[in-house]
């Protein structure tokens, strides 16, 4: 076979496509290396390989079984992007053989399947939507736009075009899903989830923790499959068949109506759902978002599938990501309204249009989606509901967090701690910054230890990097318009001989003194509510020494753009969130406000209860008539020693340094679920449901009857019991529980005999 330094190829099509197309030929090494991309023109593709970059200029040329030829129709954005063969997917290629004719030498190539080009015309779609969530307010729900979300919108690939690339291990796999079709998971509709600030009273009562309560394999797959769409007998027998090539077929033809069914297989996902993303958005103040994408035509309207992401503490983070069998929009009608709810409860609903706070005023909004007015600034003792020992709520919150569980909150009743990583969210007027109102700084200082007694603490500056990132609008080499990104640094700064000073960013960052340059330039994060700074709690200090859990006060204080601290502001410069709306300001009152007078303040400030310690807890031995019941570990219990009924004893760990944990303890029966009154849910502090409290375990009497129940069969009775023991952290870093400091959950059984 002889060298070639040239190519010169006719393009033939086995079906003409309905339009004309722009086609590209990509030429590679065998290994890899792209020598060459060209386009076709007057259906001829030209490759001179004395100009392609990766050709070994040492060599005469190079035989046509040492090259790998790619069709590919594309938008020269497109082939721009395309580096190496695995980059070529998303144009859904054809790969030529180069053919040499012996004779004459020449290279030649087959026409296009058309099995192939009918995936290359491309069309136009808008796509149109609104992104919202759901957010509790008084007494009802209201649906409120989610702004400046970012929008990936993407096509679902056709699935004809690579089925034969899923391995046939996978494919042999599916059919077990149409003979046993066990629900792995489940996608209800989603009830929108309350925010950090919202409380929300929750039942008291023990959940059923029954471990026993068990339905058989064929009650199971009874239920799942009363769910999912009846496929017939003629699609059922051919995915049985065990002719891997038929299955591959029968997925083909009938996809749109197996969806349901795979959504019960996670693990299939990303072999039988490939998307590309076609197009990058933001929502605006309304939430919506309006643009065109392009597609491939085959198929007739595009299949899209949208994920998204919001700036959660400064990090682009994915809020929605359905599943995409069950959460594509097949068939999508171009221009038709798509209506996405967002449960994520790190979302905020604070959209708004135009809406900058007004003058030169500084408001306190949050310590990660805790309202600072959510914070109690007063000591005073109270007990636990239902329990009588009463601890300082001084320092502590009413607000509900991500992962409380069976935690229970409720508004006015201040009794969980912060721990974790604090995140402190201000607003700042459209006046600032100025000459006399340039820069912020938070300090803290403890004030008392974790049993409340007073501490000399010593003021710790917070120094934490703090950036302000902000998106703009660029032209690429293309001419389109795309979103670039970058940031600013905020501080800390020395000015003045004062260090860890931070600027107030300016509405926008086309504003002094930062004068983005780019276009259009806006923050991700509005000055109205914008991540400030955030500090590790753990990491507190009280000089050279550990701060360690207790009560702390946090700063803030005002300098002017010299660097001279502020000491005279007029109060009223200083807001707060409303009590009962987040985001309607007040004046902060005094106990929020150092250096007071009349008139005046010199800084804001807020106590914060800090407990970052763990969890203890475990399971005990049933006790008869006082002594452990065995030495041993199997868990058989003789409920009548000696012929004489014994009194039973239950009992668990359940502990916490500082007392600042709940408990949910639950007893089970067989299959019958839980023991009535065996039960019991509280804090760590107290005696609860009628469990005493000493040393850290809690006790409780039983008598046998008391425990069968039914099964006590006239004192010749057997039942096998569970117990069950969580015991979790109060505290909350304003957004999330910390459930890093639960202990481990605790599962004990045991069996009464007589």
């Not at 299949?303 to 069950?326: H, Q, R």
């Not at 763990?614 to 452990?628: D, E, I, R």
């Not at 008598?703 to 109060?730: H, N, R, W």
Request: some cysteine; proline content about 7%.
């Amino acid at each position: 076979m002889e060298a070639i330094r040239k190519l010169s190829l006719a393009v033939n099509y086995e079906q003409p496509p309905e339009k004309e197309l722009l086609v590209f030929g990509f030429l590679f090494y065998c290994n890899g290396p792209l020598l060459q991309v060209q386009p076709v023109r007057n259906s001829l593709l030209e490759f001179d390989l004395a100009k392609a970059t990766a050709f070994r200029t040492d060599k005469n040329g190079v035989r046509a079984d040492e090259l790998r030829l790619f069709l590919a129709a594309g938008t020269d954005k497109e082939v721009q992007k395309i580096k190496t063969i695995t980059d070529l997917e998303t144009l859904q290629p054809y790969e030529a053989l180069l053919n040499s004719n012996v004779k004459d030498g020449q290279v030649s190539i087959l026409p296009v399947p058309a099995a192939i080009s009918r995936f290359w015309p491309v069309c136009r779609c808008r796509v149109t939507g609104k992104v919202s969530k759901w957010f509790h307010s008084g007494d009802g729900w209201s649906d409120r736009p989610v702004c400046r979300a970012r929008v990936h919108i993407c096509e679902i690939d056709p699935i004809i075009y690579w089925i034969h690339r899923v391995p046939d291990p996978i494919i042999a796999k599916i059919p077990e899903l149409f003979l046993d079709p066990v629900e792995v998971i489940r996608n209800p509709v989603p009830v929108p989830d309350p925010p950090p600030f919202v409380q929300t009273a929750r039942s008291g009562a023990v959940p059923d923790a029954s471990v026993f309560k068990t339905r058989s394999p064929e009650q199971l797959q009874l239920q799942v499959a009363e769910k999912l769409p009846d496929i017939g007998a003629n699609v059922r027998q051919q995915l049985l068949s065990g002719n891997l090539d038929q299955i591959r077929s029968t997925i083909v033809a009938n996809y749109e109506l197996l969806h349901p069914w795979f959504c019960l297989r996670p693990w299939w996902w990303p072999w039988l759902y490939r998307c590309t993303e076609r197009k990058l958005v933001y929502t605006d103040a309304s939430g919506r978002f309006d643009t065109n994408i392009t597609y491939r035509c085959f198929g007739d309207r595009p299949d899209l599938y949208i994920w998204i992401e919001y700036l959660v503490n400064g990090v682009w983070t994915i809020v929605y990501n359905p599943p995409k069998p069950c959460n594509t929009y097949w068939n999508y009608h171009c221009g038709t309204e798509l209506s996405i709810h967002i449960t994520d409860p790190r979302v905020p609903v604070d959209c708004c249009c135009n809406c900058p706070l007004p003058g030169d005023l500084v408001m306190i909004r949050s310590i990660g989606g805790t309202s600072v007015t959510h914070i109690n600034q007063q000591s005073y003792l109270q007990a636990p509901a239902g329990q009588s020992v009463s601890y300082n709520r001084i320092g502590l919150t009413d607000a509900a967090a991500i992962g409380d569980g069976f935690f229970s909150t409720s508004v006015g009743d201040y009794k969980r701690p912060f721990g974790g990583a604090f995140h402190f969210y201000m607003g700042f007027g459209q006046g600032l910054p100025r000459n006399e109102i340039y820069y912020y700084r938070w300090s803290y200082r403890k004030v008392n230890a974790a049993d409340l007694n007073p501490v000399s603490g010593t003021t710790e500056q917070i120094d934490t990097p703090e950036y302000k990132s902000y998106d703009f609008i660029f032209i690429d080499g293309n001419g389109d318009q795309q979103i670039g990104h970058d940031n600013v640094k905020l501080g800390p700064f020395t000015v003045g001989g004062e260090n860890n000073l931070y600027i107030i960013p300016p509405e926008r960052p086309s504003q002094a003194p930062f004068n983005a340059p780019q276009t259009d330039p806006q923050w991700y994060e509005r000055t109205h509510n914008t991540h400030t700074i955030g500090i590790d709690s753990a990491q507190l200090r009280n000089g050279a020494t550990p701060g360690g859990d207790g009560l702390y006060e946090f700063k803030l204080e005002l300098f002017n753009q010299s660097g001279v601290l502020l000491t005279n502001i007029p109060k009223t410069t200083f807001k707060v969130p409303a009590f009962d709306d987040a985001n309607t300001s007040v004046n902060a009152p005094d106990v929020l406000l150092a250096g007071v007078t009349a008139t005046t303040a010199a800084a804001f400030k807020m106590l914060v209860r800090v407990d970052n310690s763990a969890c203890n807890s475990a399971v005990f031995t049933v006790n008869v008539n006082g002594t452990p019941a065995a030495s041993d570990c199997c868990g058989f219990v003789k409920y009548k020693p000696d012929g004489v009924e014994a009194d039973l004893e239950l009992s668990f760990l359940a502990t916490h340094p500082n007392n600042f944990a709940v408990f949910s303890f639950g007893v089970s029966k067989g299959t019958c679920g839980g023991v009535a009154n065996a039960g019991a849910l509280g804090m760590v502090i107290d005696d609860a449901s009628g469990y005493t409290l000493a040393g850290g375990i809690y006790r409780k009497q039983f008598t046998p009857v008391q425990l069968l129940d039914s099964c006590y069969a006239g004192g010749d009775g057997k039942a096998a019991f569970a117990e069950t023991l969580s015991v979790i952290a109060m505290a909350t870093d304003g957004t999330y529980r910390q459930s890093g400091k639960d202990a481990p959950y605790q599962v004990a059984a045991f069996a009464l005999e007589p």
